[in-house]
């Protein structure tokens, strides 16, 4: 069974930054697609970055140029620069490699 749990989270002004951790516990990490979603209040969860076992990485166009998902060993992170409100989720780790997992989510709030 796969667990993610997420961390760095919390509460920035816009044009803020903060980078957000993923400790994956799998034995074949290396083999998963690691990827972070969002969920604001009231809208669908959607893809904000993913990374291949390769390296090979993938933006939503809302957040190119501003964020950087990378791995290391069982970790992912997501930095995340020149933060806007319409950035505030909650941001959730996922792992897929067939099956699809999900951590419980850290909330991203930016505000002034």
């Known amino acids: 069974q796969v667990q993610l749990v997420e961390s760095g989270g919390g509460l920035v002004q816009p044009g803020g930054s903060l980078r957000l951790s993923c400790a994956a516990s799998?034995?074949?990490?290396?083999?998963?697609?690691m990827g972070w979603y969002r969920q604001a209040p009231g809208k669908q969860r959607e893809l904000v970055a993913a990374i291949t076992s390769s390296g090979t990485t993938n933006y939503a166009d809302s957040v190119k140029g501003r964020f950087t998902i990378s791995r290391d060993n069982a970790m992912v992170y997501l930095q995340m620069n020149s933060l806007k409100p319409e950035d505030t989720a909650v941001y959730y780790c996922?792992?897929?490699?067939?099956?699809?997992?999900w951590g419980q989510g850290t909330q991203v709030t930016v505000s002034s």
């Open positions: 799998v034995s074949i990490f290396r083999l998963y697609v």
């Open positions: 996922n792992a897929r490699y067939g099956s699809s997992y």
